[in-house]
């Protein structure tokens, strides 16, 4: 079994959503809208995505603040050292301390000519996040999280390797790994053996992607190092252009990969939304998560 031994087989299911920094005015109000939507599922904690290199730092700045002082959700503002000196990177967690920030999803983050191209540290940079969880610890008064990789990262040699990666990054301090998405429970339960057999101590804490789009997912995971197997064209087939019964499916094939982790001792799942809530939403119905009404902050409680 995955189970933390602190964990029963009844505990509640505790979830945390991902966003992303809109990148337009409609983006942003679907953005709102979604994590109004969302609230009520009472998460541990909500991330923002934030662009390797900077390039979403104005628009991850805004989302966070927003989302810690007007929607008063715990809220991890994500960061990368990819192409910025030391300097610079310290910069931006200091800008996020501001904001009211204190847990930091730690990335390398990909070079600016995008995924696949070669990886040159900056020299005066953090060359990894590792090093970067080391940076952040010496600043001190962040709760940490960083990437694990249940099908190696594209760039590593094999699955070992990614583990090295993970064991430093929980050797330097990191509170918890959030995985990339994966559809095969089995695959992340064999990758659990080699990490916690490798002195890997810290929650990994599963991404789920539910599927809005086969078709998309499929050249977004190529890039990404996610396999999606074959028994998803199968669910999806037919529905092409039916979007209510694709809906249905994708609900259903979220909800029964997050209740087989739940059989395996898994309570805590992160949720890559894509700043859709509808989906989400069925997801959660189905798995008999319940929903807590949130108060905004100022809001009298
Ligand atoms: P690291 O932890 O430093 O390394 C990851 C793996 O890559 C290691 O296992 C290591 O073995 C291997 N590796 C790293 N460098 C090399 C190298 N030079 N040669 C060989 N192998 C190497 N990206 C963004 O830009 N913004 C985000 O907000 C963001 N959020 C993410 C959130 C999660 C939960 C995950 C899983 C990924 C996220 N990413 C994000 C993607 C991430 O930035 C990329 O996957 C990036 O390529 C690696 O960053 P990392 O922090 O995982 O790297």
């Not at 990437?147 to 583990?163: F, G």
Request: charged share 25%.
């Amino acid at each position: 079994t995955l189970a933390s031994p602190a964990h029963g087989p009844d505990e509640q299911l505790r979830i945390s959503f991902e966003f992303f920094p809109p990148k337009s005015p409609d983006m942003e109000d679907q953005l709102w809208q979604t994590v109004d939507d969302l609230s009520d599922w009472n998460p541990d904690f909500v991330s923002v995505t934030y662009g390797a290199g900077g390039t979403t730092k104005a628009p991850t700045f805004a989302a966070v603040e927003r989302l810690i002082s007007v929607n008063g959700l715990p809220t991890a503002s994500h960061l990368t050292c990819v192409d910025a000196d030391k300097a610079e990177t310290h910069k931006v967690i200091e800008d996020l301390r501001a904001l009211g920030v204190r847990h930091i999803v730690a990335l390398r983050g990909d070079p600016a000519a995008g995924i696949g191209t070669a990886y040159a540290p900056h020299p005066n940079g953090y060359a990894n996040a590792a090093e970067l969880v080391v940076g952040l610890k010496e600043i001190g008064g962040f709760e940490i999280s960083v990437s694990a990789y249940p099908e190696k990262h594209p760039e590593s040699a094999d699955v070992a390797r990614d583990i090295e990666m993970l064991k430093r990054k929980a050797d330097a301090g990191a509170d918890r790994a959030l995985t990339q998405f994966f559809f095969d429970n089995d695959v992340f339960e064999r990758y659990m053996d080699q990490v916690r057999a490798a002195g890997v101590k810290i929650p990994v804490i599963p991404g789920i992607m539910p599927i809005q789009n086969l078709t998309q997912l499929k050249r977004f995971a190529s890039r990404c190092g996610s396999s999606v197997p074959s028994f998803l064209d199968a669910r999806f087939a037919g529905y092409d252009d039916k979007p209510e019964d694709r809906a249905k499916v994708a609900a259903d094939v979220a909800a029964e990969q997050i209740e087989d982790l739940r059989r395996r001792g898994i309570h805590d799942i992160h949720l890559y939304t894509m700043n859709r809530s509808a989906l989400v939403s069925a997801v959660l119905e189905k798995v008999g998560k319940v929903k807590v009404k949130r108060a905004q902050a100022g809001a009298a409680a």
